[in-house]
């Protein structure tokens, strides 16, 4: 499909790279947009700006934030001396919104993939070991059930054992090849209570 | 399982065919390229998500069209209705969607409509490789267990990182035992898994393959079916074999090979080289069998295949014979039939020449018979 503006052609190609989205949702989106006031134009793509501007990793557990460290590492109300590790931001909310859990996060963005050529070096492990203190009694680990997640978990556990803190996982009431970000509350809830020692 | 109706829309040569099935035979017949083959391919869709047939979706659609659609009204053995829609955009995921759920993958469809195929190019179960033995055991077992499917969807990816990171070993850099000692455990829980079904399923299916052989076959050779395991001695054989025993076994191994693995950058143990036998009169069927022979040992393991799932599934097959009769004698067609009208199997069976069929066996009342023309059904009972 050809536009008969290279205004609109341009606005298609860029929502066309969005994930899921398609030329025919990009061109109804482009309409949307044209359909819309400048004052809503003006304010959206500003959005768009300040995210990159604003959103950089927490120094402490490499989840997005505005502020380093973030709200989580900062409170006062959180128990410092358990970790919890996940493999993507999204999965700190799903975990945030079961209310089950008060510790810390760390966020390791991504899971050992050698096909994919991703290394243990490439993940936030080296900066795990560094945030582990003397005061940290408990690690979680929160990975996905996929094969890669289930190899890191093991990865992680190997290096962790020795250092004498609890090592955790969360238990297996996630459905089987289900992605944490998509499991519901009250399964997360009942994986975050029921886990087991490794 | 009982399927009820079948639609299928724009697939090869059927713009929009509508059919109704017997519970029982039904024969589906026409000159070669009328669009036979594309009502069970239909089917197998329905069951796996995919054809049997080597050909890509977007080449199943018919001519000058976009996509492709497939509804299956089937009933379980339990008389709860049972819905299968597949739909193919070109370019597109595959939608599926069934009574389980919507968006769903194929994974989620295997084992629910359990399905026996046989086409000629099944040839080589007897006569090929190991590994169209190993595709043919994992295609029972995947249709009988959702936790044997997915153990080996997981294996199968486990083994490919594990080669990955053994080859990658080769480069120089630093050697991350923790990592590959990770990688080993996963790979060797998954086998072990695998290899300790293979087992039960090669302590029971021969039963059924050699009742089956000697129903068919007029002669008196003996059958069978004998698993070799990989890295698991068969000589401990005669005692009952556990999970735990298939464990240490494959640690050891793991041990033994570590060194020559690093330095081919592959694995080189585990039921991805596992062979399953087929034995006549204590002979390897590939290297003795005759033609003939090779063609009832085919069809008896197809048919065991369909008694087994029968057994040990809550949902009974059914049955997907592609021209399967142009390669039998009369003797041998009659006897298939008769044991598929006394197992009151659901079966559809696509023939060129009918004829050739009815004067050889008697066919009761509930037999269908479909005629195709150019993508078009008719019924002609
Ligand atoms: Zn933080």
């Given at each position: 499909m050809i536009y008969t503006s290279e205004s609109i052609e341009r606005v298609v190609e860029y929502f066309s790279n969005l994930p899921s989205i398609g030329r025919?949702?990009?061109?109804?989106?482009?309409?949307?947009?044209?359909?819309?006031?400048?004052?809503?134009?003006?304010?959206?793509?500003?959005?768009?700006?300040?995210?990159?501007?604003?959103?950089?990793?927490?120094?402490?557990?490499?989840?997005?934030?505005?502020?380093?460290?973030?709200?989580?590492?900062?409170?006062?109300?959180?128990?410092?001396?358990?970790i919890c590790v996940v493999e993507e931001p999204a999965d700190v909310n799903a975990i945030e919104k079961t209310n089950e859990y008060h510790g810390l996060y760390h966020v390791l963005q991504g899971v050992i993939n050698p096909l994919e050529n991703i290394s243990p070096d490439d993940l936030k492990i080296r900066e795990l070991l560094q945030r582990i203190k003397s005061d940290t009694e408990e690690v979680i680990l929160a990975l996905n059930p996929s094969t890669e997640g289930e190899v890191t978990t093991q990865y992680l556990t190997k290096i962790l054992k020795p250092l004498g803190i609890k090592v955790t996982r969360i238990a297996r009431g996630v459905p089987m090849g289900l992605s944490l970000e998509f499991a519901d509350e009250a399964t997360l809830s009942r994986a975050i209570q029921g886990r087991v020692e490794v | 399982m009982i399927i009820k109706r079948l639609n299928i829309k724009k697939l090869r040569n059927h713009s929009n065919s509508e059919i109704t099935f017997s519970p029982l035979i039904n024969f589906i017949y026409g000159p070669n390229g009328a669009g036979k083959t594309t009502i069970l391919e239909a089917i197998h869709i329905c069951s796996?998500?995919?054809?049997?047939?080597?050909?890509?979706?977007?080449?199943?659609?018919?001519?000058?069209?976009?996509?492709?659609?497939?509804?299956?009204?089937?009933?379980?053995?339990?008389?709860?209705?049972?819905?299968?829609?597949?739909?193919?955009?070109?370019?597109?995921?595959?939608?599926?969607?069934?009574?389980?759920?919507?968006?769903?993958?194929?994974?989620?469809?295997?084992?629910?409509?359990?399905?026996?195929?046989?086409?000629?190019?099944?040839?080589?179960?007897?006569?090929?490789?190991?590994?169209?033995?190993?595709?043919?055991?994992?295609?029972?077992?995947?249709?009988?267990?959702?936790?044997?499917?997915?153990?080996?969807?997981?294996?199968?990816?486990?083994?490919?990182?594990?080669?990955?990171?053994?080859?990658?070993?080769?480069?120089?850099?630093?050697?991350?035992?923790?990592?590959?000692?990770?990688?080993?455990?996963?790979?060797?829980?998954?086998?072990?898994?695998?290899?300790?079904?293979?087992?039960?399923?090669?302590?029971?299916?021969?039963?059924?393959?050699?009742?089956?052989?000697?129903?068919?076959?007029?002669?008196?050779?003996?059958?069978?079916?004998?698993?070799?395991?990989?890295?698991?001695?068969?000589?401990?054989?005669?005692?009952?074999?556990?999970?735990?025993?298939?464990?240490?076994?494959?640690?050891?191994?793991?041990?033994?090979?570590?060194?020559?693995e690093k330095k081919r950058g592959l694995t080189l143990f585990g039921p991805q080289k596992d062979e399953f036998e087929i034995l006549i009169n204590d002979g390897l069927a590939r290297d003795i069998a005759s033609q003939g022979q090779h063609k009832t040992l085919l069809v008896s393991l197809k048919i065991a295949e369909y008694m087994y799932l029968k057994e040990l599934n809550n949902e009974t097959p059914v049955i997907l014979f592609d021209d399967i009769f142009s390669e039998l004698d009369d003797n041998r067609i009659a006897k298939v039939v008769k044991i598929l009208q006394n197992t009151d199997a659901q079966s559809f069976i696509t023939t060129v020449n009918i004829e050739k069929i009815l004067s050889k066996t008697e066919l009761n009342l509930n037999t269908k018979r479909l005629f195709i023309i150019n993508g078009e059904v008719n019924e002609t009972n």
């Open positions: 025919k949702t990009a061109y109804r989106l482009t309409m949307f947009l044209l359909n819309q006031n400048s004052d809503f134009i003006e304010k959206f793509a500003q959005s768009l700006i300040n995210l990159k501007q604003n959103i950089k990793y927490c120094s402490q557990c490499y989840n997005f934030t505005e502020l380093d460290p973030c709200p989580i590492c900062r409170s006062e109300k959180r128990n410092k001396s358990i | 796996f998500g995919k054809t049997f047939q080597p050909t890509q979706d977007n080449q199943l659609i018919m001519k000058g069209n976009e996509s492709y659609s497939i509804s299956c009204r089937c009933q379980t053995d339990l008389g709860t209705p049972y819905d299968v829609n597949v739909e193919f955009i070109h370019g597109k995921k595959k939608q599926i969607r069934s009574s389980l759920g919507e968006n769903l993958s194929s994974k989620n469809l295997i084992g629910e409509l359990p399905t026996v195929v046989l086409t000629p190019d099944y040839k080589i179960i007897t006569s090929g490789s190991p590994n169209e033995r190993r595709i043919f055991v994992d295609k029972i077992l995947s249709q009988c267990s959702k936790i044997y499917l997915d153990d080996l969807i997981k294996f199968k990816k486990t083994l490919k990182q594990r080669n990955a990171l053994l080859s990658k070993e080769n480069f120089p850099r630093k050697f991350d035992e923790n990592l590959f000692s990770s990688w080993t455990e996963q790979f060797i829980q998954l086998s072990s898994k695998i290899i300790y079904k293979r087992y039960t399923f090669a302590e029971e299916f021969p039963r059924y393959f050699q009742s089956m052989y000697s129903d068919i076959s007029s002669e008196k050779e003996k059958v069978n079916l004998r698993y070799l395991p990989d890295s698991v001695t068969a000589d401990k054989y005669e005692m009952k074999i556990s999970l735990d025993f298939i464990y240490d076994m494959l640690r050891q191994r793991a041990k033994e090979i570590e060194n020559v």
